[in-house]
Every structure is written in C-alpha cells, then in structure tokens.
C-alpha cells in the first residue's frame, strides 16, 4: 500500500459523513458504515470509492445514501477501539446516555463517538418516508469467504436473499449492543457483512461492488445507471460462491485473562467435529460442543469472540417460519402452558421450560422471538421487532 491510499482512508476525528447523496425523503434510504471497528478500513476505502462515482450519477438516484465512518478516532490509530468496542455499545443505557441531548460528559472515547453517531443519524432516521437500509462493512482477522450477518427479521431476510451471499442469522442474540440491532430495533432493514480479510485488497473490492448492489435492491438506483453494474454481481458472486444460509448455534466468548490462542489455520466456514480441539485457553484446551462449521476465528490480539458455530439450515425451515410468522402466531403463545407473559408487555415472554419441555428455544425462533436469557429454569424470549412491516413506510 502506497502512502497516497494509506492517507485517503483516514479520517479526521469526529468526522463520520464521508458523503451524502440524494434529498428525496419518500424514497428508500440507505446509511453504509465502514470501519465501525477502526482497524477494519476496507469499508472505509470502499465507500470512498462509492462517493467518487456516485456524485454524476444524483441526479438519477431515487432516495437517499448516507456514507459513514465508525469509530474515527480508533481508525486514525488503526486499532479495533480506544477504551471499548464500539460495536457492543449500542445498548438501551449507552443510547439514552449518549443521545445528542444527555450533555453528558463522554467516560470513554467510543461514548464520544456515539454521541457524534447518534447527532448525524437520528435526523436522518425522522426525516425518512420510506424504507430505510442500513448496510455496516467489516472484515475478519483470518482468510476466508465473505458472507453476511443477519438479525433474523423477515425483512431483513427479503433484502439479503436478494443480494448474491451467504446468510448467517441469529448473530443478534449472540451479541449485545451492536449498532445494527440499535438500527434494526428501530425499524431500519439492516446487514452486516464480512468482506474478507483486514489487509486484502479483494476485501476493498468486495465492499465496494457490494454497496452498488444493495443501492440497487434498495431500489434507489436503476440497474442501468450503476457503473459496470454487471462486473459488481460477479465480483460479488465470485467471492462468496454459492449462497447458503446458517444459523449462529454458538458463541465462543473470551475475555483477555483467558489468554486464548486459536489454533492456526482454520478459515471461515470450515467444517468442524464435535470435541474438536479448536483452541488453548488458561484452563486447557476448547473444544467444539458441536459439529458445524466454524465462523470468525479469532486470530487478533483483541475481541470477544473466540469463534462462532454455525449451522446450514434446510429451506424448509426457513418456509415454515415464513408461513408461521405471516399467521401471527407469536400472538397466541402466552395460551400455551408453562408461557408466560411477563411485565414488558406481549414482547416478551417467559418459557418454564418444566412445564413446556415440547417448546424448546428453535420453535420460538421459528415464529420471530430471540433468546434474551435463561432465568433459573425459565427461558426469556422477546419478540423481533418490526419484524413484518416497516414504521417508516407509513409516515407519510
Ligand atoms: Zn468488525
């Protein structure tokens, strides 16, 4: 990398709108974000190169796109965060102290960069009379093939079965405070996506085809006025192959005094044994709990996550819950012995799982609830919001 590249692709502190096109409030809306993670700046020169050409194309785009970049003062030092990663920040507490109109004094640097995010976001969010997509680019310490994170909505699931990739649903209930449940809470159709590996120029290329792919989903240009609109499907197609979809069954969490070390040469979506001796910690070695196959092993000093399990699931499945969750049948579960619902209203029910041992936590997915956490012997589910219809849509 020349010095000319490793310049454009940092960013002045505080500065999060690299560039914006578009004023039309009744049509879709798009916000990408790259670098949310600030030793990831393959999203960032992707969406720098995005702005370049989109500029002659405006007068063409039906709606909006919003280009941002993540965590500036971390991408400056090219480290994943300052004090804390930002990417788990985004929760009820974080948000309502960090809103615009808090004044108060920021503890870490990422709550500095929230409150910034928050101020350029939030305006865009009410303006909007149409549906709004948020699109957030990271990239992974190993090698492997790019593929998107999905929080399991159904429309999410209609944007990113549009596009040409591999789906992982369910990363939501694996991890707290990520910006894009913050998004998806909020009603925005959201999609992370994993380009590739940090330093490779495939990773750039990747994100960048990949943006005009989702501006063209999105509906807010036409198929004709993309640039090489075609060359962008098949970088696309070519580097995620054949798309699948899985679901996360497993998270590997870490903290620093684990002293975990991944052992080498596992790649995104390899196929694992149960009781795989995947990793080392302080205690001895990590074992897989089960067969699968194996996401984001962790091959860099910091993170949270040592590695995840996921597993294919057979379209039938996935018909199912489609069919299940167009009958509302979530609105009939509290009827079932040993469900309960509790004090947060019908969003969130409690499973006494003595009681509704036939209800194990993969029916409740089907019908659109996430797993908030097991009290005792009760297992708390809510139920995905905005899970059928968007509340921008009918602003008006
Ligand atoms: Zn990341």
Not at 32 to 46: D, K, L, M, P, W
Not at 237 to 242: E, V
Request: proline fraction near 4%; charge should be negative.
């Amino acid at each position: 990398m020349d010095s000319t590249t490793k310049t454009a692709e940092i960013v002045a502190e505080g500065e999060h709108l690299i560039a914006s096109f578009g004023t039309e409030i009744c049509g879709p809306t798009l916000l990408v974000f790259g670098g949310i993670h600030g030793n990831e700046t393959a999203g960032i020169r992707a969406v720098r190169r995005v702005a370049k050409k989109i500029s002659a194309l405006e007068p063409r785009l039906s709606g909006r796109v919003y280009l941002f970049a993540g965590n500036t003062r971390a991408l400056q030092k090219g480290v994943r965060f300052i004090d804390i990663d930002l990417n788990r920040h985004w929760t009820d507490a974080n948000i309502t102290r960090n809103d615009p109109g808090s004044h108060l004094p920021p503890q870490f640097s990422e709550d500095r960069e929230q409150m910034e995010l928050l101020a350029a976001i939030l305006p865009i969010l009410d303006s909007a009379r149409g549906e709004v997509y948020a699109l957030d680019l990271h990239s992974t310490s190993a090698e492997g093939v790019p593929f998107a994170t999905v929080g399991d909505t159904m429309r999410n699931r209609r944007f990113a079965t549009s596009l040409p990739v591999t789906i992982l649903l369910g990363i939501e209930e694996q991890l707290e405070g990520t910006l894009l449940e913050y998004l998806n809470n909020i009603g925005a159709v959201t999609m992370g996506f994993e380009g590739g590996q940090h330093y490779a120029e495939s990773t750039v290329n990747t994100h960048e085809s990949l943006v005009w792919l989702a501006m063209e989903r999105a509906g807010i240009i036409a198929w004709r006025d993309v640039p090489d609109a075609e060359y962008h499907a098949q970088v696309v197609k070519n580097a995620t192959g054949k798309p699948e979809i899985l679901e996360i069954r497993y998270r590997h969490a870490i903290a620093e005094e684990d002293a975990f070390t991944m052992h080498p040469g596992y790649e995104n979506f390899q196929l694992i044994e149960k009781d795989e001796h995947l990793a080392d910690d302080r205690i001895g070695a990590v074992r897989a709990r089960e067969s699968g196959v194996i996401l984001m092993p962790l091959y860099q000093k910091l993170g949270e996550d040592g590695f995840f399990i996921g597993r294919r699931i057979r379209p039938f499945w996935l018909w199912l819950s489609a069919v299940l969750r167009s009958l509302h049948i979530a609105d009939l579960m509290h009827f079932l012995p040993g469900v309960h619902r509790t004090d947060r209203g019908r969003e969130v029910l409690r499973v006494d799982t003595k009681v509704a041992r036939f209800f194990p936590l993969q029916v409740f997915h089907l019908l659109g609830f996430r797993k908030l956490r097991w009290a005792g012997e009760s297992l708390i589910v809510s139920r995905r919001k905005h899970d059928i219809e968007s509340p921008f849509k009918d602003r008006g």
